[in-house]
DNA sequence: CTGTTAGCGCCTTCAG
DNA sequence: CTGAAGGCGCTAACAG
């Protein structure tokens, strides 16, 4: 059925490995041996067999990209530009690695993010890029620093994207961390000097790094501030989609009738919430201020234009996928990439303000 | 440095084969002697070697999902669901086949779409699942043909999301489509039915399967009506972004400022042309009406919400990624999914109609 | 139910 | 620069 490096070598008169050595291209063949191979190879429509090639070498060309919604524009942006750094690597010697790079959707679940892995790590991947935050949980983080230094100790190259490594110094894990901590203290700072006092939060699930980071953001900024009464009533929590954005707005403006401004923990979420603050007959900016998080393309679209906080997606997956594949050699420590915030047309100062 | 099957059966005092055949589960093993081989799977911390199974069993548990672009949730919550639907499967015989279902993001281009493909036929993948338009571009549909009958012909299963065959009558791959063509011109009507005449159109990338279509059933409706005059004119065409609205809905606009409608290519790209129309002074849908194409869960959180056309996404990508494992038996012919016109605000009689 | 025996297709020293 | 040979780790018949 399938056609072998040997039947391209018979056709092509040489042996295996000569033309193996072509296939490869990291290794000296004389130019019409060469071309008498790869003739074959057209001929035959032979196409290498890449467990057995997995096999013999004892590494493969798979690099798995894991994230927690493929859905969400977030992780989808992130995975592409680090797909893409991967897929156009020149390689270590200038010859092109024909990396697969692939991504897999854990849903956010610890128990899937696991289950990828182990595959991961059964197919020998060459690398495995782990998107998004993490869940702080510490049976979790355990199962993690145990399964990520299993792999690092099997060769495959290990990188973080927006999340902190499970353990501290683990010099096998490279880690490319944004600055939601600052970023989100810079969003609520701009609120505070808008001359908001009274500004409600929907954050993002409580046990995840990310939006435990940007809530504790935009805390510092209240304390900055000297405002530290009815914080916690100011707060509610719900996962990364647009209905809790939503119900989260209609949870602070109830309990909290005098909220002048809303930070959402992403702009999905602050989509949701802005549509339950028109939905209440109040106007944006006018009545109430909204920010959310990330800067998706499509914040520009929404109407006010969002003001949010830009965090360098498309660099930071490039980045990611580089030393994912050793093209960029990998920095002393953690890198933490700046957030930038984004003025636009949902915040502006209280009524009376 | 790695433990092997051949380790784990030392340990637990059995034969490499025995081991095996537990950890696949698809033979008969005493209980204790399972309970044996567990533990020392356990406490060895062995993972099987996929290449190596791979090899030995002639098959692999790699699913490769293919999607145009990534970070655009058309194709993220299709590939999502596919992707949950594969790795829920519950396995022919009751076991739980652990299946590594990735997403490959080929960023619509044909080359990469055919390097995938190679990669994934070289890793012997158990099935590929293709999401999205294809291109409409003889000498690469031809080479997808011969691509898609050479992985079929390989035992990888084959099944086309949201495109049609390369090639007719063809009995290996399973086909699972829209109906943009009915979609698109029942929007179409409505907008007729509201008393517009002058509707523009920002189509998709014109040599483009999903783009024509749509395209097609639009102006089978303008030909219900009897509108034949203009129509070129008042068609634009661009990739399937935000930008391209933009630009699009601009240059309707000056070549035809009597226009009162505008349907775009999907969704995002309606945003885009919302966008233009706003900035130009204009009201949606007082002044004119937009609509979309998809129904991406943001569509109704544009201001006004976007009237559209909801395709099943979420119910094909699980039913293409259940037809991939073989849980659910491929129809007889090409499968047909629904489109449905969801109105929403953004569209209303023209003025003065 | 379990052990034995051959490969699966390729890569990689080692000679020539 | 090219050929020969051994083995990577696992599975799949066969026996028993």
Chains 1, 2 share one sequence.
Request: proline share 7%; hydrophobic share 45%.
């Amino acid at each position: 059925m399938a056609v072998t490096l040997a039947d391209v070598a018979a056709r092509a008169g040489v042996s295996p490995a000569t033309v193996s050595r072509v296939l490869k291209g990291n290794y000296p063949v004389a130019e019409p041996t060469r071309q008498r191979v790869l003739r074959a190879v057209e001929e035959l429509d032979y196409v290498l067999n890449g467990p057995a090639s997995s096999l013999a070498a004892a590494t493969s060309d798979l690099v798995g990209i894991l994230v927690n919604d493929i859905a969400d524009p977030f992780f989808g942006i992130l995975a592409g530009a680090a797909q893409s750094a991967i897929g156009t690597s020149p390689g270590a010697g200038g010859a092109r690695t024909e990396k697969l790079a692939v991504v897999c959707n854990t849903g956010g679940s610890p128990e899937c993010e696991l289950t990828y892995l182990t595959l991961l790590q059964r197919q020998r991947a060459a690398a495995v890029l782990l998107v998004g935050g993490a869940l702080e949980d510490p049976a979790h983080q355990r199962a993690m620093t145990a399964k990520l230094r299993q792999l690092a100790d099997g060769g495959t190259r290990v990188v973080l994207c927006g999340r902190p490594a499970p353990s501290r110094d683990d010099a096998s894990v490279t880690v490319l961390t944004f600055d939601d901590h600052g970023g989100a203290r810079e969003l609520t700072a701009h609120l505070l000097a808008l001359g908001h006092r009274r500004i409600g939060c929907v954050a993002g699930p409580e046990e995840r790094t990310v939006a435990r980071h940007r809530l504790a953001g935009h805390r510092a900024a209240l304390v900055d501030a000297g405002l530290t009464e009815g914080v916690e009533r100011m707060t509610v929590r719900g996962p990364y989609d647009r209905p809790a954005g939503y119900a989260g707005a209609c949870e602070l403006l109830s309990r909290e009738p005098e909220l002048t401004a809303i930070v959402a923990a992403n702009d999905t979420v602050a989509l949701g919430a802005a549509a339950a603050v028109r939905d209440r007959g109040l106007r944006i900016p006018g009545d109430v201020s909204v920010a959310g998080f990330c800067d998706l393309p499509s914040a520009v679209d929404t109407v006010p234009a969002l003001t949010t906080v830009r965090l360098p997606l498309v660099d930071a997956g490039a980045r990611a996928g580089r030393l994912a594949v050793g093209d960029e050699s990998a920095p002393a420590g953690p890198l933490e990439l700046a957030a930038e915030l984004v003025v636009r047309d949902s915040t502006a100062p209280p009524p009376g303000g």
